[in-house]
């Protein structure tokens, strides 16, 4: 029975493919919505930026990035997923202000010191491995650059400070966590990180 559960939680969310990945996006896009706009708002970054999103869902927080910088990269290891952002943000894309690419955390295939600024929401607990995401991560951001993290508390069996000793381990400094309630009362409790590139 559990397998049978991973198996639909990956389809669905982790990894997502057919039905189960499209029902999964269109859940994405309304759980995760008001905290993917409340993550691009604090990270703030400037047209020049350039900003780096991993696991972006079906868009919403790519299409809130894209309206603030014109250096915008999405990665999802998902057709599906990637298929939907692109209906998202067709006008971003067709301005060049935002690119989509398959990719994991741990696989960004950007080069070395390229990025300014690092987002991922409520995917970071299903990353395979989290020290080498961090770990490829830090090496994409140039120095100085921001990383923003965030999940459902409730999916971070291991908690904040575990994920920010982590974060440290990897070489970022200014560590800072905190909880945040989304204004939608679909959305459960926002666990979120900041770190920076030393």
């Known amino acids: 029975m559990e397998s049978i559960t991973r198996q639909l939680l990956t389809k669905g969310f982790g ?64 057709d599906v997923i990637r298929a939907m952002a692109r209906r998202r943000c067709a006008s971003p894309i067709a301005r060049g202000r935002l690119h989509l690419a398959p990719g994991t955390a741990a696989r960004t295939g950007r080069p070395d010191a390229s990025v300014d600024i690092v987002i991922a929401v409520n995917n970071v607990q299903l990353w395979p491995d989290v020290p080498a995401a961090l770990a490829d991560l830090h090496r994409v951001l140039r120095p100085g650059g921001r990383i923003l993290l965030a999940a459902h508390e409730k999916w971070l ?41 030393r």
Do not use: C, K, Y
């Open 15 to 78: 990894r997502p493919s057919g039905l189960l990945g499209r029902l999964g996006g269109r859940l994405m896009a309304h759980g995760n919505a008001a905290t993917e706009r409340h993550v691009v708002t604090l990270a703030a970054p400037s047209e020049q930026d350039v900003v780096l999103v991993i696991g972006p869902g079906p868009g919403v927080g790519l299409a809130a990035a894209a309206g603030r910088s014109a250096h915008v990269i999405g990665i999802d290891p998902s």
């Open 157 to 197: 069996p291991a908690g904040l400070a575990t994920l920010a000793s982590t974060v440290l381990a990897a070489g970022f400094t200014s560590v800072r966590t905190w909880t945040w309630e989304p204004p939608s009362r679909m959305a459960p409790t926002a666990a979120l990180l900041s770190a920076v590139r």
